[in-house]
């Protein structure tokens, strides 16, 4: 079957790092996907990857290695409102996205 | 920005009734999804419309209709509903199916309680 792990939760203190796994195994790969999604509202889009390596936009970086099946999310100089769930998904074979349950992240001050 | 919206934003409905879930996206889009999302669960992919054709039925339960009369409009009906189809529901759309770089834009979603 095709499985997506990430932790439930996380927490971390304001200014700080802090790294996200995602660990897949799915019926083919065509991109990896993390999105952000804060209570009660709509999951958006942060990073895509489907090339190794890292990918950084501003506060955000992904990274990818496709022979690890393994997914990292890193957020820098971490703010208040980096509280949220972040969610790991892949594209299959299909251009199917199959979701992980998602990471709870807790920023305290 | 009001890319993708969903009315009603919340349902309570009984086990009897019958209700109906609009999602209508601004994008240009030509792909639509329905998700459910549970507590603590992945997101479920329900159904997926590409270019207003039906491409995906994940073993939905036949309480659940879905309705795509244009590549901007997407329903979902449902009767004799359970307690266990509360959830929150997700719309997205995206570009191009079978391009995988595409993302998908979520609708705030319609909080449905079955009681």
């Known amino acids: 079957g095709q499985n997506i792990d990430q932790p439930t939760e996380m927490t971390a203190t304001e200014g700080a790092i802090v790294q996200i796994n995602c660990t897949y195994q799915t019926s083919g790969f065509n991109g990896l996907f993390w999105y952000q999604q804060h209570a009660g509202e709509a999951p958006t889009f942060l990073s895509y990857n489907v090339l190794d390596g890292l990918e950084e936009k501003g506060r955000f970086s992904s990274f990818l290695s496709r022979s690890k099946g393994y997914s990292y999310l890193l957020l820098k100089e971490l703010q208040m409102k980096d509280s949220a769930s972040y969610l790991c998904a892949v594209k299959d074979s299909n251009y199917q996205l199959i979701w992980g349950a998602g990471t709870k992240l807790i920023i305290k001050p | 920005e009001t890319g993708v919206t969903q009315t009603p934003r919340h349902l309570v409905m009984g086990m009897t009734n019958k209700k109906s879930l609009k999602c209508e996206q601004h994008l240009g889009h030509n792909a639509m999804y329905w998700y459910k999302q549970s507590a603590k669960k992945p997101l479920e992919l329900m159904f997926v419309?590409?270019?207003?054709?039906?491409?995906e039925n994940n073993s939905v339960p036949s309480r659940f209709s879905p309705e795509c009369p244009n590549s901007s409009h997407l329903f979902l009906h449902l009767h004799t509903l359970q307690p266990e189809d509360s959830a929150l529901y997700l719309c997205?759309?995206?570009?191009?199916?079978?391009?995988?770089?595409?993302?998908?834009?979520f609708g705030p979603g319609t909080r449905l309680t079955v009681t």
């Open positions: 997205a759309s995206s570009h191009a199916l079978a391009d995988s770089s595409y993302e998908q834009y």
């Open positions: 419309y590409s270019l207003e054709e039906r491409v």
